[in-house]
């Protein structure tokens, strides 16, 4: 569940800190100013367009491909002030081969981290433990997340017990830099995210993680795992096993396992039923609200929403659209799930029947083609659509682009 990102009195007055961050961070080693060499292996992109060097020499001694080396901006003084009043933390000698848009923004990002430590008690009981039995010492793993605060208390916790941590981002939209500025001062952590990146540099970090041959992968939405198979096979005898966080992931796996390509044990965690309830109903169920409302700045109130699936997640976006006064109609293709929303109140029909009756449109299946352009020629003008998948493919956004006769980028963040 992402944290609220509003930056309200509470926040300011109490300007939460993590101490356990504090204290790792006041022990981390000052970060060397001379250029370090790098983790070996391949790190070139596999996207269309021009990769990346191979061979990192190509590069030369400056930064490449954004990293940071040499003298860090804004994080060499630990006394300096930033915003939320949290002080800089000095770099460790990690540092410089992160990835990260501004180191100078760390120190915000822990107290960001500090904040949501307070809602994650759990995470810290198991740090606190973890810490006692190093379940992780000398263990490296690679992780392919959303990289936010909340996240972050995942990381502190691997590395508390003893683990090297390699963090990429599993979408560049959701990116925070000043949480990838945080995680990258802290010591046992690489970082290799940065917001709005594209293709070629997303599978880029990807193949950053893996440069260091980890043990154990941990997963959203299953890229890590398959560029590990697709085209880093010569370390897949070095991996123990990992999990995955997504449906979507979980799906991409359950089929390499079915073809036999599947190297070595996943967990599938939305598959625990506290994921599901707390993360998945409650979590998304809230976010992808607050999401649709800050980037359209719409009222739900008496409009028609319409939403694609009643899993897990569907069934919280419908539930909290309800409660802000919108008309729901579901669309679902399992009858169990169908009839399950039938008697919560809502309306199920085909998305070729709702397609004309909706204003806002969200996809919450972990499938693709969702909506089609068949169905975009049918919609109200100005209808809304969003996707709460973790991959894009639900919606025909090429579809749409052909029957539009003029496009608006950018017209409000995160919405064209």
């Not at 509470?10 to 060397?32: F, H, M, V, Y």
């Not at 100013?33 to 992109?45: C, D, I, L, M, V």
């Not at 959203?220 to 096979?233: F, I, K, Q």
Request: proline content about 6%; overall charge neutral.
């Amino acid at each position: 569940m992402s944290e609220p990102k509003g930056r309200g009195g509470a926040w300011t007055e109490e300007r939460a800190t993590s101490d356990e961050g504090r204290r790792r961070l006041k022990n981390a080693p000052q970060a060397s100013r001379e250029t370090q060499s790098e983790p070996h292996g391949r790190g070139a992109g596999r996207a269309g367009g021009a990769a990346p060097p191979r061979d990192r020499s190509e590069a030369g001694p400056g930064r490449r491909a954004g990293l940071h080396r040499g003298p860090i901006a804004g994080a060499g003084d630990p006394g300096a002030e930033v915003a939320g009043g949290a002080v800089t933390p000095e770099p460790h000698s990690d540092f410089v081969l992160s990835d990260v848009a501004d180191p100078g923004l760390a120190g915000a990002g822990l107290a960001r981290i500090g904040w949501a430590e307070r809602a994650m008690p759990v995470l810290g009981m198991i740090r606190d433990r973890f810490e006692r039995q190093q379940p992780f010492a000398r263990l490296v793993v690679a992780a392919c997340l959303h990289v936010t605060a909340e996240t972050a208390v995942l990381v502190n916790l691997v590395t508390a017990g003893g683990g090297r941590l390699h963090l990429a981002a599993s979408n560049p939209l959701s990116t925070q830099d000043d949480i990838a500025a945080a995680l990258a001062a802290c010591p046992g952590v690489t970082v290799h995210a940065r917001a709005g990146v594209d293709r070629d540099t997303y599978y880029e970090h990807i193949h950053r993680v893996l440069d260091a041959a980890p043990g154990l992968v941990i997963d959203d939405g299953c890229d890590l795992v398959n560029t590990l198979h697709t085209e880093r096979p010569e370390l897949l005898a070095g991996v123990r096993g990992g999990c995955e966080s997504t449906t979507t992931g979980v799906a991409r796996l359950r089929r390499m396992a079915a073809d036999g390509t599947l190297a070595f044990p996943m967990v599938a965690a939305d598959d625990s039923r506290t994921r599901r309830m707390f993360d998945n109903f409650c979590g998304t169920g809230q976010s992808v609200i607050d999401g649709i409302l800050r980037a359209t700045n719409t009222l739900l109130a008496g409009k028609v929403v319409v939403v694609a699936g009643h899993g897990p997640c569907g069934s919280g976006i419908a539930e909290r659209a309800k409660g802000l006064g919108a008309q729901v109609i579901v669309t679902e293709v399992d009858p169990v799930r169908a009839l399950e929303a039938l008697m919560r109140g809502f309306r199920v029909m085909p998305m070729t029947a709702a397609a004309p009756l909706g204003q806002v449109f969200i996809t919450a299946t972990g499938s693709r083609d969702v909506i089609g352009s068949q169905h975009i020629a049918v919609m109200r003008d100005g209808a809304i659509l969003a996707n709460a998948g973790h991959f894009d493919v639900e919606v025909d956004v090429r579809g749409l682009a052909g029957l539009s006769v003029a496009i608006h980028p950018g017209v409000r963040p995160h919405a064209d």
